[in-house]
């Protein structure tokens, strides 16, 4: 008797194990975002463990063609361990993603993001951006309320500024991005041979509130640095620009 009880009790265990294994990933994927109402998903398939996304929109932005494959061995260790990858027209994100029960860990991410989506984030009083920022995400460690470690680095490609009736091109400007001791997110130029001989640093928090504080050289084309100083003060021979805002 206790023979048959054990059988059927691995029976169960088998059926329930291949049941979440091949568990359609449109039926189960909403009872991980139900606690979460700024995200919504779009076209999902395939299984729990090798997921496909036509969309996800999040507080009104939209991120097309999502790929997601979860390691199940890491999920009994109490880890959503997953390789994700984002082939959006507008960002291409691929990397590892890790969750556990308090925290969230991006490593070794590539990401490329055309610059024209952030205009409207950032709010910034020129008329255009354009460009790539293209870069590497060795390790971001983030919990509800703390940044706990960021460790990135890129380079904005064939970086574009507009303003009222002209357009500045300043090259490729390259960056690292770090956690500062307050626990926030700091962009540092590190590079820049263009004209403006670019430097600065944009700095936000949790709570979305960011900071720009940017200088460049005055030695510039005077209708460049006419438009420039309505901006900033001039010292030292460099014109200095801050401009603090607050993300959607």
Do not use: C
């Not at 449109?26 to 969309?55: E, K, M, Y």
């Not at 303003?163 to 960056?175: A, C, K, M, T, W």
């Not at 590190?190 to 928090?205: H, R, S, V, W």
């Not at 901006?231 to 200095?240: A, F, K, W």
């Amino acid at each position: 008797m206790k023979k048959k009880i054990l059988v059927a009790l691995a029976g169960f265990i088998v059926f329930i194990f291949f049941f979440v294994l091949l568990a359609p990933a449109r039926v189960v994927l909403p009872w991980f975002i139900q606690g979460i109402p700024q995200v919504a998903v779009q076209g999902v398939s395939g299984t729990v463990w090798n997921t496909s996304l036509d969309s996800v929109l999040y507080n009104g932005n939209t991120i097309n063609d999502v790929a997601i494959k979860t390691s199940f061995w890491n999920l009994l260790l109490a880890n959503l361990k997953s390789d994700i990858s984002v082939n959006d027209q507008n960002l291409m994100l691929d990397g590892r993603i890790i969750v556990n029960s308090d925290q969230l860990r991006i490593e070794d991410a590539r990401y490329q993001l055309d610059v024209s989506s952030l205009q409207t984030w950032l709010k910034l009083p020129v008329s255009e951006l354009s460009g790539s920022l293209i870069g590497h995400i060795d390790n971001a460690v983030l919990q509800i309320d703390d940044l706990i470690d960021l460790q990135a680095n890129g380079y904005w490609q064939n970086a574009v500024v507009g303003y009222p009736n002209s357009v500045l091109e300043l090259g490729d400007i390259h960056f690292t991005i770090e956690r500062t001791e307050d626990g926030k997110a700091l962009l540092t130029i590190t590079n820049n041979p263009g004209m403006l001989d670019l430097k600065g640093t944009l700095e936000i928090a949790l709570d979305k509130k960011y900071r720009l504080t940017i200088s460049t050289k005055t030695d510039i084309p005077s209708h460049i640095k006419q438009w420039l100083t309505k901006l900033g003060r001039t010292e030292n021979n460099r014109i200095y620009i801050k401009w603090n805002g607050r993300l959607p």
